[in-house]
């Protein structure tokens, strides 16, 4: 598979991409391109939807509100993302940027605010999480950006819970042991993985989870871990374990 080219800057769009075919770009893509990296017709630049690979580009209109690109060849095909799904509580917006950005280069595949009882911030604008996700996909030479989903209780979510979707339970009061052996059973199958508010799931809500059958709890080590952080752990803990850091 082709290496990425980091020397070339990167564009996520939301059309087909196809050979010699044109893609208008709106206005704030058009200022990035002009103003902020300063580029100018018949430069070159790679692009990329999540569906139809990395293509490389040139520019072919460039003006203050508008530019347009000619798709010359693919560069990468499409790659097959994993399927990882991130339920975790609002936490503070500039940290919740944060969040989208490291969900995305961790490799997560959607992004579900989940609230809770002790969920602070339930005010969330998914359109920023989403550019957050989306800047973060182009600057890592990925090919896919996770899908960011409106807030929903966590009771909604646990009662319409799809059966072949497995639940990892970050549970700061697991066994540091706990649940790594039960994970090698995830490999290969749908996950998701549970962070909670920094507050901590209330003890109902903690109990209902270790009740469930598709629920597997780990720990993420002995101490308290910010959402933030716990998140980054989480995902390596995963992607190292039953992930895609792993071959074969």
Not at 33 to 41: T, Y
Not at 51 to 57: I, K, N, T, V
Not at 219 to 227: E, N
């Amino acid at each position: 598979m082709p290496r990425p080219n980091q020397s070339v800057q990167r564009l996520y769009c939301e059309a087909e991409l196809t050979e010699q075919a044109v893609v208008s770009l709106g206005d704030n893509q058009a200022h990035y391109l002009r103003s902020v990296v300063r580029m100018a017709i018949g430069d070159a630049v790679l692009v990329f939807n999540g569906r139809d690979g990395e293509w490389l580009a040139e520019i072919t209109e460039l003006g203050k509100k508008r530019a347009a690109l000619v798709l010359q060849n693919q560069t990468r095909p499409q790659d097959e993302a994993g399927d990882i799904m991130l339920l975790l509580a609002p936490i503070k917006r500039d940290r919740l940027d944060y969040l989208a950005q490291k969900a995305t280069e961790m490799g997560a595949s959607h992004l579900l605010p989940v609230i809770t009882k002790r969920t602070q911030n339930s005010k969330l604008n998914i359109e920023r999480l989403q550019a957050n996700a989306i800047e973060a996909a182009e600057q890592c030479n990925l090919l896919h950006v996770p899908q960011i989903e409106a807030p929903r209780r966590l009771d909604q979510i646990l009662a319409d819970w799809p059966s072949d979707r497995s639940i990892i339970f970050c549970d700061e009061h697991a066994d540091l042991e706990q649940g790594l052996s039960d994970l090698q059973h995830l490999k290969g199958q749908k996950i998701a993985i549970l962070i909670g508010p920094e507050g901590g799931f209330d003890e109902a809500e903690r109990a209902g989870l270790l009740a469930r059958k598709d629920t597997v709890a780990v720990s993420l080590g002995p101490r308290i871990l910010r959402a933030d952080t716990a998140l980054v752990a989480a995902l390596a803990l995963v992607q190292s374990q039953i992930g895609d850091w792993r071959q074969g």
